[in-house]
């Protein structure tokens, strides 16, 4: 356990929670294309971590990160609404932040809606910032906004020598 709230990793019996999560406060007003299935899916993806908390067997909120080979990628972030601004979304977070910092992830990328500021302001709060848009990302009903933290910087000092085997 990295935080105060226990954060592990999802399983195949919370695809259903999480999917209905996902429909209610992230995709509202688009189409549902994280359902069970496709949760399920990242649950049993080996480059994909699905981080839970719960709190006597109830999911409280989830996080979806896709580990690259230099970066982590955010796809899905949520917070039972009545348990927001508890600081659960940060314990979250840090869990996510620091697995990514262990594999070696140069940054952590996500996408938000441009006009989710809650979203935005959470995620400024925690050292993102903003890196561009992609209009009408999201079915050309809205843009998305992308955001960044760098995790550690993203090239070697170029001063330093080249690697040559002792002879
Ligand atoms: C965004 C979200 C995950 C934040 O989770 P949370 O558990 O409420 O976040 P925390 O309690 O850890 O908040 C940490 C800080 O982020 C900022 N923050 C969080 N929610 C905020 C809001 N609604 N307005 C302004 N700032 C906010 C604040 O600085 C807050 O610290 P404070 O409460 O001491 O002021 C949550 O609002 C959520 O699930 N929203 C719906 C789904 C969503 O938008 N997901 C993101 C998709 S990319």
């Not at 509202?28 to 994909?48: A, H, K, N, Q």
């Not at 940060?90 to 262990?102: N, P, V």
């Amino acid at each position: 356990m990295i935080t105060a709230y226990p954060i592990t990793l999802a399983q195949a019996a919370d695809a259903r929670a999480i999917a209905e999560l996902s429909r209610d406060a992230i995709e509202r007003g688009l189409s549902w294309r994280w359902t069970e299935r496709r949760v399920l899916r990242s649950i049993l993806e080996p480059t994909v971590n699905v981080a839970v908390a719960r709190r006597e067997g109830e999911l409280l909120g989830f996080a979806v990160m896709q580990y690259g080979d230099e970066d982590a990628h955010i796809s899905l972030f949520a917070v039972r609404a009545a348990e927001r601004r508890t600081g659960l979304g940060s314990a979250l977070l840090a869990w996510l932040e620091a697995t990514a910092t262990i594999a070696g992830m140069r940054s952590i990328r996500l996408e938000a809606r441009a006009g989710n500021a809650p979203a935005k302001a959470f995620y400024r709060h925690h050292g993102f910032s903003e890196s561009g848009t992609n209009p009408g990302y999201y079915e050309d009903v809205e843009d998305a906004v992308r955001m960044v933290k760098q995790l550690r910087p993203s090239a070697l000092p170029t001063a330093m020598p080249p690697w040559r085997p002792t002879p």
